[in-house]
């Protein structure tokens, strides 16, 4: 069974880097693609992006000079990082494993963005 | 505004039917799989149906989907009050080359 664990800040200030990490047991993270999704308060989801077993990333063309997907093979991590950040970054973000469907997904992190 | 469109809500008594459709265009559902996710509040989605019609394991039988050009339905019997939540559909598009969910539809049992 594929569990996911997202970690990181809950508070980001408007303008910095937000960095999260997604912890992953139950698979390698070299033989599955990972994806990132938000989701603003009392709003629908938003497909950040994802990163392959090889490494290649695809982003939403909307965050994509903003985000940067990583993946962390010694620790079986993958990462999320995004730039520049404002109040609409305000979301619960979460880290989960993706295929032709999400079907493992982490519980979510909330981060606010304070001005 | 989302790529793909559902009903903002939907309701409907114990025991009955209920659809929730997912419109969207021939660069995502009608050329790639569609799935659909459950979520209740302060949680994260959980799969019900993947590859347009497959029940994830564990899902009852009162959950099924279909797909049909650019269009895809969940489709709810028995309805219960522990069905209350928010159903989200989501394919691939290969216009944009991302990921896309509908916009959610919050399901009340009257």
């Known amino acids: 069974q594929v569990q996911l664990q997202e970690s990181g800040p809950g508070l980001v200030k408007r303008s910095e880097t937000l960095s999260l990490t997604c912890s992953v047991s139950?698979?390698?993270?070299?033989?599955?693609?990972w994806s990132w999704i938000r989701q603003p308060p009392g709003k629908g989801l938003e497909w950040i992006g994802y990163?392959?077993?090889?490494?290649?990333?695809i982003y939403n063309p909307s965050l994509r000079s903003r985000v940067t997907i990583a993946v962390d093979t010694s620790k079986n991590q993958f990462s999320l990082k995004l730039t520049s950040m404002t109040a609409a970054d305000t979301a619960v973000y979460y880290c989960?494993?993706?295929?032709?469907?999400?079907?493992?997904w982490g519980q979510g992190t909330l981060v606010t963005v304070s001005s | 505004q989302s790529v793909l469109t559902q009903p903002p809500s939907v309701s409907a008594a114990p025991g009955q039917r209920v659809t929730i459709s997912c419109s969207g265009s021939?660069?995502?559902?009608?050329?790639?799989?569609v799935s659909w996710y459950q979520q209740f509040p302060g949680t994260a989605p959980k799969i019900l149906i993947y590859?347009?019609?497959k029940r994830r394991s564990g899902i009852p039988d009162r959950f099924s989907a279909s797909k049909s050009g650019t269009s895809a339905t969940l489709g709810i019997t028995g309805l219960q009050t522990g069905d209350e939540a928010d159903y989200y559909c989501?394919?691939?598009?290969?216009?944009?080359?991302?990921?896309?969910f509908g916009g959610g539809t919050r399901l009340t049992v009257l």
């Open positions: 989960a494993r993706a295929s032709y469907y999400y079907g493992d």
């Open positions: 139950g698979a390698s993270i070299s033989s599955f693609y």
């Open positions: 990163i392959s077993d090889t490494g290649s990333t």
């Open positions: 021939s660069s995502n559902i009608e050329n790639n799989y």
């Open positions: 590859e347009n019609n």
């Open positions: 989501g394919a691939w598009d290969s216009s944009l080359s991302a990921w896309v």
